[in-house]
T-cell receptor
Framework: GDSVTQMEGPVTLSEEAFLTINCTYT??????LFWYVQYPGEGLQLLLK?????DKGSNKGFEATYRKETTSFHLEKGSVQVSDSAVYFC????????????FGQGTELSVKP | DAGVIQSPRHEVTEMGQEVTLRCKPI?????LFWYRQTMMRGLELLIY????????DSGMPEDRFSAKMPNASFSTLKIQPSEPRDSAVYFC???????????FGPGTRLTVL
């Protein structure tokens, strides 16, 4: 079945360090791909998305490129801040499944001053 | 604008008791999702509705769980009887039908003693 696999956390970085969180997926067809972020004590919120191969999603300095050849959607940020500390979820959605999102297990990021 | 509203925010109950979680989706949204989040299993989709009709309840763990959506502005998730292994954070999310972005509520933290 369809699935999403993320790198395990927690990831601990110093402020202004470069961030990469790996995400790979298994799915038939052409899913849309998403990154959601969950700040402490809150629900998830959409960070960025890409709906077709080679699309790049970006928001708040974060970027991810839809790579169909490697079935990946890695999240990157050039310079993280303490306020980026959160749990990041990679997800996919296939239109044939309606609105159903399939989430990865989440990766906790902790940024130290 | 009000986001997704969930109540209660915290619930502590004893094993065997009935628990009812409530959700008010964003006005105008016609898809509603119930998720459960635990450390062990991550984020799991329990059930989702389109236009108040249950579409996929394959994630509902067992018959003790039931969900209803009597109208477009209200949904409940009921657990009867509750068990300690049901302890988790339960999220409700809503979206436009087939829309890419799901909007999450703040969650209900359930503890079953």
């Amino acid at each position: 079945g369809d699935s999403v696999t993320q790198m395990e956390g927690p990831v601990t970085l110093s402020e202004e360090a470069f961030l990469t969180i790996n995400c790979t997926y298994t799915a038939t067809g052409y899913p849309s791909l998403f990154w959601y972020v969950q700040y402490p004590g809150e629900g998830l919120q959409l960070l960025l998305k890409a709906t077709k191969a080679d699309d790049k999603g970006s928001n708040k300095g974060f970027e991810a490129t839809y790579r169909k050849e490697t079935t990946s959607f890695h999240l990157e940020k050039g310079s993280v801040q303490v306020s980026d500390s959160a749990v990041y979820f990679c997800a996919l959605k296939k239109s044939v499944q309606g609105g159903k999102l399939i989430f990865g297990q989440g990766t906790e990021l902790s940024v130290k001053p | 604008d009000a986001g997704v509203i969930q109540s209660p925010r915290h619930e502590v109950t004893e094993m065997g008791q009935e628990v009812t979680l409530r959700c008010k989706p964003i006005s105008g949204h016609n898809s509603l999702f119930w998720y459960r989040q635990t450390m062990m299993r991550g984020l799991e989709l329990l059930i989702y509705f389109n236009n108040n009709v249950p579409i996929d309840d394959s994630g509902m763990p067992e018959d003790r769980f039931s969900a209803k959506m009597p109208n477009a502005s209200f949904s409940t998730l009921k657990i009867q009887p509750s068990e300690p292994r049901d302890s988790a954070v339960y999220f409700c999310a809503s979206s436009w039908l087939g829309g890419d972005e799901q909007f999450f509520g703040p969650g209900t933290r359930l503890t079953v003693l």
